[in-house]
Every structure is written in C-alpha cells, then in structure tokens.
C-alpha cells in the first residue's frame, strides 16, 4: 500500500484531473470515474462551483465523493488570483486551492514572481496552496518557504501535450523540496504520465490529454494504469542501463541526449 | 475487448514473459502470474522442458494454463536453431517456436541472414514461426514472405535495458508488414513497455526488465499496467503536440530530437 | 555577412567566452584566441580586474582588442550584484555587466525575483545589462520590460555540460521577445552549441565546455566552427524531415520524442 | 593533423557528397567546392560518367581534383549492382565502388543479405568495397569478413533528414569493427552531422541535407564546419556530464532518454 499524503490529507489516487473542455457535466463525471481520481480541479472563475441557481458541477462531483481543488486558473494579478480562491475558500467547499497566477495568455506560464507573493498572502489566511509553477527549483524553494505543502511544476506548457520536456528539471526540484511534486500541465499521452512517476514525482494533475483524446473515456483508463504502472515501476527499482547484456560498463548519459 | 489474435490464436495478454534469471522454479511462476502473461517463453537448450526426469519448467507453468513459446536462445547457427526448435516441436509442447539464430555472443543481436533461412525451412516442416529480428525492415519482409506469422524485432540489444531506441524503425516495419509486430528485448522500464504500445505495436516480450528490478513482482504488476495503459492511449487517440495551447500550428519534428 | 547586432555593438563572433577554471591568464588568452570569441566574461568578484597592483585579467585581454562583459557571478543577493556590477561599471572597463543573481549554491540557477529587481535598477543608472536567467518566458518578458538589451537565459545548469535541455522553452522565449537569446549555461561539447545555433538563438556563452575538455585549446576550436555551422544551418533553411524519402506526410513531433 | 586513411587512400575531408539532385553540374561543382570534400559519390545507373558523347559529370568533377565514389543506387538485385559496380570499375574512372543493393523502392533501405554477397564478390574481383549497409553490427562484421574497407551503415533512411536516429547501434558497430565507419545518409542538418562526427565516426555522406537545403551553397559550408568541429570535439574529449555543477555523482543514462 502505497497512499500520497499531504499534509493530514490522504489521497487514493496519484492521478488528479482537469474539469475544463467536456460537453457536459454528465461527461466530465463518466471520465474522472474512469480515471479512478478523487482530486478534481475546477477553475472558480469559468466553471460554477458556488452558485446554486444555476447548473453546478457539484452535482455530479460532490465533495462527499471527491475531492474539489478550486483553482484559479484565468487570473492574471495577484489581486484577481486572492479574490478567487478566497471566494473558494469561503464558500466552505474546499480548503485547498490550486494556486494559478498567469503570466502570459500565449502560453499561460505562471508568473512566478506574483505566485510566491499570493502563495504567501492565502497560506497567512489559511489556505492550504497548491502552487501551478514553472519548473524553476528556486522558485520551488519560495514557495515552500512561504508555506505551499506542496509544489505542482509543469513538464510542458498547459495545452501542449508535449510531455517531460525537462526531467532535469524536474529532478532538482525533488532534490530541493522535501514537499510532494506533483507534475501539472503538459503531459499528452499515457508514457508521458508513466515516465513521470518513474521519475520519482509525488502525482500528476491533467486535463487536456484526457479531454482532447480522441476517447476520452479510453484515455482515462490508459492515464490511470500509466500512473500506476510508473509509480511501481519506480518503488520497484529498475534494471541498470548498459549499451548490451554484457557490457563491461554502465551506460553513462551519452545514449539518448 | 481487443485481444491479440495471430493466425488462429487468441492471447489474453499482450505481455509476453521470458523465464530466464530467476532463482527458482517458483519464483518464476509467481512473477509470470502477478504478469498476466499467457505466453512464456522458455530456452530450450538452456532450461528443461522436455526431461520428466530432472525438474522441469513445465510442472510450474503447465502448457494447460499458458502458452508456451518455446526458444532457442543460445544457438548461432542454422542448424543448432534448426534442432532444437525441432526438439520442440516433436516434443508435442507447442508447435510454436521464437526463432533465435544469434549472431554475436557479446551483443546478443541476431545473424538476420541465418534468421531468415531457419525460418525458411521451420515454416515448411510445420512449426509456427515468431522470429527474433533486428529492426530491419526488408528482413521483416523477408520473414513474412516465408511464412512467419509475426515478427519480433528488437528495441534494443537484449539484456541492455535502453528502451526503445529507434522508433523510426518500428514504424516502418508496422507500415511495411501485415502481421503482427511483438517489439521482444530492450524494454527497461514501465515508461518503455508504454512507448511501445502506444506507437501500435502489437505486444511485447521481455525478461530481463522484470527479472532484474529489485524488486521483480512489483515490477511484473508494474509492466502489465504499462502495456495497458500504452495499447489503451494507442487506441484512444492521443492529443495533438503543440508549441502551447494556443499555438497557430501543429509542431513538426523539431522538438523531440 | 551577419554581424550579431545588440543595442549599437557590433560583434565579431556569437560565441561568448568565460575565463574561469583555467590555470593560468596565459592560457585563458591563448583558449580565447582560439575560439574567436570577441566577448570575453569575468567574474569581478573572483578575478582580478580592478586592481593594478596585483596579476591582472585585463593585461591578458585588454579591452582593446576584447569585449569586456563583467559579471556578477558569486552574488546572493540584490545588493551583491548591485555592488559588484557598479564597480565594473565605475571602474570604466565596461558599461556592459552581465547580471546574476544566484538563487541556490548547489545548482548555481538564478534568483529571478532579484534578478528582475537588479536588472531594473542598474538599467536605470545606465548600465547594458545582459541578465543571466532561467528558461522562463514571463520573467524573460520582464526583463526586457525594465530594460535588458538581451536575455541569457540557461540551457541547464551552469557546469552541467547537458546541452539544450528544454528546446521548446528557448522556442518560446524567442516568439516572446524581441531582443536578442544569448544562451548561458549548460553547452557541453560542440554539438549542443551547433544545436542551439540552429534553433536560432544569436549567440552562446560558455566557459565550462571548454575550461574543463580534456584539450581545452582544441574544444576552443571545434565550438568556434560549432557555432558558425549552427548558425549557417539556421539561415540555409534544413530540408524538411520526414519517415523515409517517399513518405507522403511530413513527420510530426512523433519521432524524436 | 588528422587525415582519414582508408587502405592506402589519405582523405582531405571527412565529408563526402552526393550529387543527386542539384540542377546543374555547375551548381553540384559550386556546393561541393564549398563543402572542401574530395571524395563524390555518383549514380553510376542514374548520372553520366561513362559515355563521353553526353554532357558528362567528370567534366565538372574530374577525377585529379576529386576522388570519384561510383554508386550503385537504384539497384535491386545482386546482379544489377555487380553490373553498375562493373561498369564503373573497367572504365578506370575508380576502383573504388560504393555498393548499394536496395531492398525496398519505398524507404531505400538497404538488402543485406544481398549487399554481404555482391561484396564479397566485388572484392575478389578487386573492387575496394564501401557498402552501404544497415546499423546491424553482425552485418557489418560480415561485410568486414569479405573484405569491405569500411562500413556504411545509415543514420536514418536516405533522404529522411532524421539525424542519428540509433547511436547505440553505431557505437556497438564502432565497437565490433576496427575498419572505418562512415555514416551514410539520414543526416538532416549541422547539428546532427556534428553529433554523429563526436561519436567519434570516421567520416560522413550525404546528399539530400545539403542539396534539399533551401540555400545549399550555405548548407554546404555550415556541413564543412560541423564535420570539422563534431571530429574536433571527439579528439578534445568532452566534459563530463552533471545534473548540475557539483553534483556528487556523474549521471546515468537517464536524462536524455
């Protein structure tokens, strides 16, 4: 057994997924049942979670099933970024939030520097912060000294299906924080999502490679055994690299760069 | 349902597991079970299958439960392949056979030239042909032309664990032949089973990827997940690749390389 | 021809050489020859460039017949980099500094909170500032917001030597400004330069590369033509990619990935 | 000094060209000039160098200027390479023969058993042999085995531009043949021509990266520089590689992979 732990927060699953991009609230349930998730992340600003007198996605994603991450996704200001998550926060839904401060509309990279002043202003308040930040260790390092349990770089651009662009990366922030790293954004495909748990990293959060597959139900189950299997694949301990069986020496970086 | 189905035989899994490195007779077949695999495959020249009078494979993995694809591992000649795939077959164990005419005792990588001549002649004595090739597709054509029913290139030289190293390859082998394509050595870790099986190949055969780990029943659990997962998300239909979300067009090659 | 152009200075070559790790001043001098390089970087904090009293960097490489580009290479903090920068500047050696604003001693990646406050600051007091950065796009933008003429951002870790880590975000950064990518850091043997070149950037800086090659005199060489090549490849335009010659589509990002 | 020797031959260049392609023979002279390479290699089925009543490529390129390499592409069958191979080698232009015997009309790929066979008669006939192969290293072993001078093997297939699409199979080739090792085709750019010279490879051909370049004269230059800084940085021995600066262990396969 194997659960993520946040804080005093235990989670079933290391697959936490979007809400954005579904034809209907019906579909974006059937997915994320699929999926086997129990975080879900819905944007406070696009998506109703607050009112009752309109159609509300918690309806179909209740928090007595799920666990809502309200996020701020579409904020461009710190000020835009506290409104919404305390709009979240004290709506009694969650006390979590995923933490977006949006730096650029192009590619919707986080502006760090607003992210670490707004990490620091909610988690004074009591909010329990997610940050969405760039794959920046020293960044990483801000954020948890301000007070974030933990820190969700992207492995590529929100969108972009790119996959890991920088394991690097993603592997100093490990070395640098003692927090869980969840990967959020840029993951297209069911081996981006197993190669990312192989690393070492805590959890993935996605949306887009689910929702834009083809089948999205199909993808959903893909993206569950994935990160599954990388997480396993990862606490089992592979076998070492060499250029053939007999090799008299291990491989060093030179193979695949 | 998506079964594999070669000629007129359907496997349950697309997993295919190699015997060889494990302590015990047991332990091998606890691994295979947490597998899922269905085809075994098993070195004739080196593990005994066909003497009742010495411990034997079979009494751990009965042909009653799973397929066994017998091996000749070991052989670099046509006829050392030719006999024992012979012993085999008469054998009455299976009349299939994972054809290895190796041509290099330091890489393991196979001699194509002997490949296709055994293969030749096995196919027209009857036997059930699965060729361990290179990544050569004008041998793949070769061995479909003398009647192989599937072909079964390397990712990468057995044992060496580098993954799928030429995906350009396997491409053009699944683009230049009808049958089947089992990617069978090289695997290393879950990621790479997953790669695999999401550019459409039809399963995969390892051993030492699992055998090695340190911990291999986790990692045999870790492996079945993956190919899961990879055949799911092929199936599924993955996301576009872009630049960022709101890039004005598709990406071309340039980035991975 | 096609001088590299930045603010009113013209530059004789887009390689950018650093002098630390070498045993002697005559040595640097002679590597620096050797690689072509017209801008040359030091460390105010650690080499000698100020005092006339003591072995002096600059009777090696006089700004007569060199680029002099300070740097602040050592400084924690604002004021740090602030401090050493001013000396460089006053001493009248340079107007040029190149700014860091080191965030972590263990990877050396920078600060880019301080860095945007220092660069601000010393632009306004008339210093040409090229701040070393990180691959981020958003604070990349607010660099040449407060007025940087160029952004260096890394290629991975300053001492790496892993090349190009993150092509897609160095893409990014050049749709995102309009100054000239001089990259800095992590260029580890002369293909990752060739590499970088060809995407486009306008230059390299590097030091460890060649400090620390077996024949530094000789990588000296094979990066001054590493350079020239990727940048002659970038402006004839590559032949486009593709599976095989008669392939009916052009690859997608499929392939190297 | 670093001259290529193959046999008794001394090479000026480690960059040989085709000369397919191009729209006159004054442009083929003016890219190969440009490109400082001596040895060209031409069409024997497809390019005129044999009948002196026709506008005659020897004209352009005479064999006291560079060393002529008669190719037997768009040959299908043993007999018609030993044909071509023939025709070339009894009209004195050269004894050397770079052999092709193409297995397939769609990829180019090359048919090894049929090349081992055409080679080893070639050779006793007196050819000097430079076959054009796969990355298989049993192959090349037996090409060296029938007396070829050196090995061929392909990047990537002819005309891809896919860059060293296996370098684990070239450095086992380099590991299993003390002959030269010259890449043949699949180079699309600098870089990758520089990428394959740091492998430490003997030489590089190629023909479409530079004849499919949207400025060829300048692509020709950019390959003369990258060949020459890809074999530099081989023989200056690059740095090691760290995940950062001081990093305490050097790093495995697993970052570029």
């Given at each position: 057994d194997d659960p993520l732990v946040i804080g005093n927060i235990s989670f079933r699953s290391r697959l936490w997924i979007g809400t954005g991009k579904y034809p209907s609230f019906e579909m974006t349930r059937k997915v994320i049942l699929e999926s086997g998730a129990d975080v879900v992340t819905v944007a406070v600003r696009r998506v109703n979670i607050l009112r009752k007198d309109e159609p509300n996605l918690l309806d179909y994603l209740p928090?007595?099933?799920?666990?809502?991450?309200?996020?701020?996704?579409?904020?461009?200001?710190?000020?835009?970024?506290?409104?919404?998550?305390?709009?979240?926060?004290?709506?009694?839904?969650?006390?979590?939030?995923?933490?977006?401060?949006?730096?650029?509309?192009?590619?919707?990279?986080?502006?760090?520097?607003?992210?670490?002043?707004?990490?620091?202003?909610?988690?004074?308040?009591?909010?329990?912060?997610?940050?969405?930040?760039?794959?920046?260790?020293?960044?990483a390092k801000k954020l948890v000294d301000v007070g974030c349990v933990a820190v969700m770089p992207l492995a590529a651009p929100i969108g972009s299906g790119l996959g890991i662009r920088n394991p690097a990366s993603l592997r100093i922030i490990m070395e640098t924080v003692s927090v869980p790293v969840i990967v959020d954004a840029g993951v297209g495909c069911a081996s981006d999502a197993a190669i990312a748990m192989e690393m070492g990293v805590d959890g993935i959060l996605m949306n887009t490679?689910?929702?834009?597959?083809?089948?999205?139900?199909?993808m959903a189950r893909a993206m569950k055994n994935a990160v599954s299997a990388g997480r396993d694949s990862f606490l089992a301990g592979r076998m070492p690299r060499r250029l053939y069986a007999s090799a008299s020496s291990p491989l060093d970086g030179m193979l695949g760069s």
């Open positions: 928090p007595s099933e799920f666990k809502i991450l309200p996020n701020t996704a579409g904020c461009y200001t710190v000020e835009e970024a506290l409104r919404y998550a305390r709009l979240a926060r004290e709506s009694g839904i969650s006390p979590l939030v995923k933490l977006e401060v949006i730096g650029d509309p192009k590619t919707l990279y986080p502006d760090v520097t607003g992210l670490v002043e707004a990490a620091r202003i909610l988690v004074s308040e009591g909010s329990i912060v997610f940050p969405y930040t760039s794959d920046d260790p020293v960044i490679a689910v929702a834009e597959a083809k089948n999205p139900l199909l």
